[in-house]
């Protein structure tokens, strides 16, 4: 095992001369890094300001980019078909939103969005780009059970990546989402999972950065069980680190991603529900010793935390500060399910929509600077 300062892979950042180890002295805007044979290219200066753009101040993400099949659970629970239209107006609702320009840095979407047009015949990925942020999109195809591993899943999607990629950009995404589930369980999980999940995220974080595409590398330990807060700093732990080691050992460029983790908390059956200040104090120190200071930004996924926790958890981890990177959120339910909620699918309903999501995108903006308090719930999103 590797030394800890010297982690696996480090020697062949420094031998290789293919891609480039980050010093800003060399870090101009047209260095493009590639090999004699031209097979691998990258501009890191420009992968490393869309990352810092993407957790720039006061902003974060809004994933956007649930499948075909998660979608309509959620227009179940509001009672709206899910069609290819009803799909498109919602989200064209959110995209036209003045939350987006003021409160959000870049949208994660849906291979069927990114192709989509508004009402009126404008890309929506358009809308995206109109309102200053930028555009990205999920690029992994889904889970499949893990042999081997009962109750394990692995996720999917890299055979025809490098191809897609490169549509993706053409279309106008400049960074990519993966996402790599872990559940914590009896004897679960194993090493197996964490490990072929993390290599299958260094491979797609590899595969971005080739193709100029920032990589979100997400790996999400579930809160669905019963277990505590410790169990779930000990699996993310083991998880991140070997993350970390995956990316190293192939060569990705930690300035050139963000991390999209789970807060450390306690599985939503658990009889102890951890209070805010433990949570934040526990998921800043466990990714102080797992998260490299290189990396440009940390955006939680909200995991199913109520609207409130979500955002009280980021403020919380905000107000420590003193943090090498940018904590904000890359949210989906809890930035959503308000504005789902208020529209129902009915057309009339826009205006109560874009206001329900503006008031947590604002409350989350507010989080992301450590800068919210309980009192402001109650105001409407200015
Ligand atoms: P949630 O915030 O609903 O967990 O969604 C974020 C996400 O993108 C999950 O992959």
């Known amino acids: 095992m590797g030394h800890l300062s010297e982690p696996l892979g480090s020697h062949m950042l420094r031998e290789t001369t293919i891609l ?72 064209e609702m959110l995209f036209r939103s003045d939350a987006l320009s003021k409160y959000i840095s870049g949208v994660i979407l849906y291979d069927e969005t990114i192709w989509q047009k508004a009402k009126d015949g404008t890309a929506l990925v358009k809308l995206i780009e109109q309102a200053g942020c930028i555009p990205g999109i999920k690029v992994d195809e889904g889970t499949q059970p893990l042999p081997n591993c009962p109750g394990e899943l692995v996720t999917v999607g890299l055979d025809r990546l490098a191809g897609r990629l490169a549509d993706y950009y053409k279309q106008g995404a400049r960074f990519a989402k993966w996402r790599a589930v872990i559940d914590i369980g009896k004897d679960i999980p194993s090493m197996t999972a964490i490990h072929v999940n993390a290599h299958a995220l260094a491979r797609y974080a590899a595969l971005c950065q080739a193709a100029q595409i920032v990589p979100i590398v997400e790996p999400e330990v579930l809160m669905d069980g019963d277990h505590d807060i410790d169990r779930c700093y000990d ?42 200040a433990e949570v934040a104090e526990k998921t800043i120190r466990l990714l102080k010793s797992c998260v ?51 529209w129902s699918g009915k057309a009339e309903n826009v205006a109560a929509g874009q206001q329900a999501f503006a008031h947590r995108a604002r409350m989350n903006s507010l989080a992301s600077k450590g800068e919210w308090n309980a009192g402001l719930e109650q105001m409407r999103a200015a």
């Not at 957790?55 to 994933?63: C, D, F, I, Q, S």
């Open 20 to 91: 480039p180890v980050f010093q800003p002295r060399e870090l101009q805007p047209k260095w493009v890094s590639s090999g004699d044979q031209g097979e691998i290219s990258m501009n890191l200066f420009d992968l490393n300001k869309v990352a810092q753009a993407m957790v720039a101040t006061g902003r974060g993400l809004l994933a956007a980019d649930e499948s075909t099949g998660t979608i309509k659970k959620r227009f179940d629970a509001i009672k709206v078909e899910s069609t290819e239209d009803s799909r498109r107006d919602y989200r």
């Open 292 to 342: 490299p200071a290189a990396v440009p930004g940390v955006a939680f996924l909200s995991g199913g935390q109520s609207d409130e926790d979500a955002t009280a958890h980021l403020d919380a981890m905000n107000r420590i500060g003193g943090l090498p990177w940018k904590l904000t959120f890359s949210y989906g339910r809890a930035l959503q399910a308000a504005p789902q909620k208020a």
């Open 235 to 276: 699996v993310t732990q083991r998880v991140l680190n070997k993350t970390f080691q995956e990316l190293r050992v192939q060569r990705v460029a930690l300035e050139g991603m963000i991390l999209k983790p789970n807060m450390v908390i306690s599985g939503k059956k658990s009889a102890r529900q951890s209070p805010v």
